[in-house]
Nanobody, 122 residues
Framework: QGQFVETGGGLVQAGGSLRLSCTAS????????VGWFRQAPGKEREFVAG????????HYSDSVQGRFTVSRDNAKNTVYLQMNSLKPEDTAVYFC???????????????WGQGTQVTVSS
């Protein structure tokens, strides 16, 4: 099964926006829930957002609810994370991965990408 590739990270000022993309190859994409996670230096990897294969069910962490939007285009094997009103505390490496388990079970995810760095300056 293919790995994910994350793109779209960068440096942005607080209050700004970025859109991350997560593209998969070599798998039956639309049967998986895809999750976005992030890991800041010295901290554990945490769940950010997830979207079920049908795109109708989405989950967000409390820290990004109302600011981030997850979506997917199954025809392109791609999941997006639109991040608005960015804060310095959003600075982290962002990863995506797939699961057929419960979205909140990080151990159930596979095919992790290399991640993309997001840096928000104050």
């Amino acid at each position: 099964q293919g790995q994910f590739v994350e793109t779209g990270g960068g440096l942005v000022q607080a209050g700004g926006s970025l859109r991350l993309s997560c593209t998969a190859s070599g798998r039956t994409f639309n049967i998986y829930t895809v999750g976005w996670f992030r890991q800041a230096p010295g901290k554990e990897r945490e769940f950010v957002a997830g979207v079920r294969g049908s795109s109708t069910v989405k989950h967000y962490s409390d820290s990004v609810q109302g600011r981030f939007t997850v979506s997917r285009d199954n025809a392109k094997n791609t999941v997006y994370l639109q991040m608005n009103s960015l804060k310095p505390e959003d600075t982290a490496v962002y990863f995506c991965a797939a699961t057929r388990s419960t979205y909140s079970n990080i151990r159930g995810y596979e095919a992790w990408g290399q991640g993309t760095q997001v840096t928000v300056s104050s």
